[in-house]
């Protein structure tokens, strides 16, 4: 803890910041996760997939800005694939939907890595899973728990 009666340095204000953003992180992740859910469960709409792609861009940004690298390509990543179809105006078919979920399995698992190495176990985030079909159903869905 730093003594509020002595100013800080700036590295020890960009440390504090670091550990404000991280700690915010998973909401972030886990807004953006549910956007996405809504968007397959409720109705397709390119606006609200446009905001998908902001949230993540955002914590790709934000990620890099703060020097939590491998949060920031995990991040990367989903922008990839979701500003093709953004750039399109495609719906994702059933097999890149499921590579989108998976990518953000692995910015969940990044963050909480992250947050664990830091010592911050208030907020872990948990994993979206893959439910497996029943027989009569074609398409997998994905559900955060």
Known sequence: MVNKS???????ELEELR????????IKVERAIQAWQDLKEVAWEMETFKRVHRMFHNIAGGAGT???????AEARKILGVIWALVESGAVPPPDV????????????CVTNNEQSEAGHQTHPLRKPYTRRPSRSTAAQEVFVV
Do not use: D, H, T
């Open 6 to 12: 002595q100013p800080m340095s700036f590295e020890q």
């Open 19 to 26: 550990e404000a953003y991280l700690r915010g992180l998973p």
């Open 66 to 72: 703060y020097g939590y690298a491998a949060i920031s």
């Open 97 to 108: 939907a499921l590579e989108i979920e998976a990518l953000m399995q692995g910015l969940v």
